[in-house]
């Protein structure tokens, strides 16, 4: 791909140190300015680095110059993305010439199967060759053509599911997304309502662009429980911080036969979840948090209750002292005279002790409806 851009500078940016800022460029590029290279990138990996290279002064025209940056992409997108000003800047002076607004864009070449195609004036861009899709796992519709469709015309029992990480960012989508996904099956099983378990994403230490996105995928998990026949398994307590897809499976497989033995096996005497935020209740200067599933009662383990945070009105949130008062916890912080809210284990490595007699852990989840960074 080849982009250009004209632009004039002005005669009081001579000999002040010019540098061109790019921004990232997906994924490699060559930069010239007025013919004469000023800068490359020529190794994959580097498509979110910032590319800033240098003007030299003798190359500059006082009235007009012309950029062009060529850009090989090796796979999706490609191009230019900065999100700030694409710019040249003063090293000294610090003035600077934006270089936002339209630039000239053309498709310089493509590699289709092993073979260079190369498009000029003539040959234009529309007649290239045909090009198939290169499919992978991320392609609409791949996974579920290649992998569920061919099994549906088998009678099941239910499902397992254990999937959530790459949404991880897209919380509130995924709040319509997966129940949706799970009524899709359905309907194309045709079998009514069959169990469908599934497992919430771990503790990891996810590179969030949003705060508490893990938190709020978590949150959208625990929410399609409201679909009928299904169960979640809590891995706060089983999970791994430096391993996105922890190594203990025998204990998430074991939560999740639990699900299947109560539900669906007549093993009633089962306990198969832990804690499950049902209300809150304000009382003065602290929140009472009441709990679902809290056979045998409610535990903390190895020390005082962690992970419990509290808001007023203002929606600021702080750590909170939180007790176990009969089968209840009971929420407050010296910050916090009028509270709001609380929220729990509410972070991507959140790894709380609250527990029922069993032994199964409290899901993370929150008592505001407050608005999200990601919504």
């Known amino acids: 791909m080849c982009f250009r851009k004209e632009f004039s500078i002005p005669s009081s940016y001579a000999d002040d140190g010019l540098v061109l800022h790019l921004g990232p460029v997906d994924d490699m590029d060559i930069a010239y300015i007025n013919g004469k290279k000023i800068g490359e990138i020529l190794i994959t990996g580097f498509w979110n680095k910032d590319r800033t290279y240098e003007i030299p002064s003798n190359i500059l025209n006082p009235d007009r110059n012309l950029l062009t940056v060529f850009v090989i992409d090796n796979m999706g997108g490609g191009g230019i993305y900065s999100s700030s000003d694409v710019s040249i800047t003063g090293s000294k002076t610090r003035e600077h010439v934006v270089l936002n607004g339209e630039w000239k864009f053309m498709p310089v070449a493509e590699?289709?199967?092993?073979?260079?195609?190369?498009?000029?004036?003539?040959?234009?861009?529309?007649?290239?060759?045909?090009?198939?899709?290169?499919?992978?796992?991320?392609?609409?519709s791949l996974l579920f053509n290649a992998?569920?469709?061919?099994?549906?015309?088998?009678?099941?029992?239910?499902?397992?599911?254990?999937?959530?990480?790459?949404?991880?960012?897209?919380?509130?989508?995924?709040?319509?997304?997966?129940?949706?996904?799970?009524?899709?099956?359905?309907?194309?099983?045709?079998?009514?309502?069959?169990?469908?378990?599934?497992?919430q994403i771990a503790p990891w230490e996810y590179e969030e662009e949003v705060p508490s996105s893990a938190a709020e995928l978590r949150e959208a998990q625990l929410l399609t429980m409201s679909i009928p026949n299904t169960g979640m398994v809590v891995t706060t307590d089983i999970g791994s911080l430096t391993t996105i897809h922890p190594g203990n499976k025998q204990d998430v497989g074991k939560r999740l036969a639990l699900w299947a033995l109560a539900r669906d096996y007549g093993f009633d005497s089962l306990v198969y979840s832990g804690p499950l935020y049902d209300s809150c209740m304000i009382d003065g200067n602290k929140i009472i948090i009441h709990f679902s599933h809290i056979e045998s009662g409610l535990l903390a383990k190895n020390g005082p209750l962690t992970h419990f945070e509290i808001a007023g009105s203002d929606q600021k949130y702080y750590p909170a002292s939180a007790e176990i008062v009969n089968n209840t916890v009971v929420v407050t912080s010296e910050n916090v005279s009028n509270p709001a809210a609380v929220r729990f284990g509410w972070s991507a490595i959140a790894q709380p002790n609250l527990f029922n007699g069993a032994g199964l852990p409290t899901s993370p989840f929150r008592t505001d409806k407050w608005k999200r960074l990601s919504e």
């Open 111 to 140: 590699l289709i199967n092993n073979k260079i195609h190369f498009y000029d004036k003539e040959k234009t861009y529309l007649n290239r060759p045909e090009l198939f899709m290169a499919m992978n796992q991320n392609t609409p």
């Open 147 to 199: 992998m569920i469709n061919p099994i549906i015309p088998f009678t099941i029992m239910g499902v397992i599911w254990d999937q959530g990480e790459s949404n991880v960012g897209r919380g509130f989508e995924y709040r319509t997304l997966f129940p949706v996904m799970i009524e899709c099956w359905r309907k194309e099983w045709n079998q009514g309502d069959f169990p469908f378990y599934y497992v």
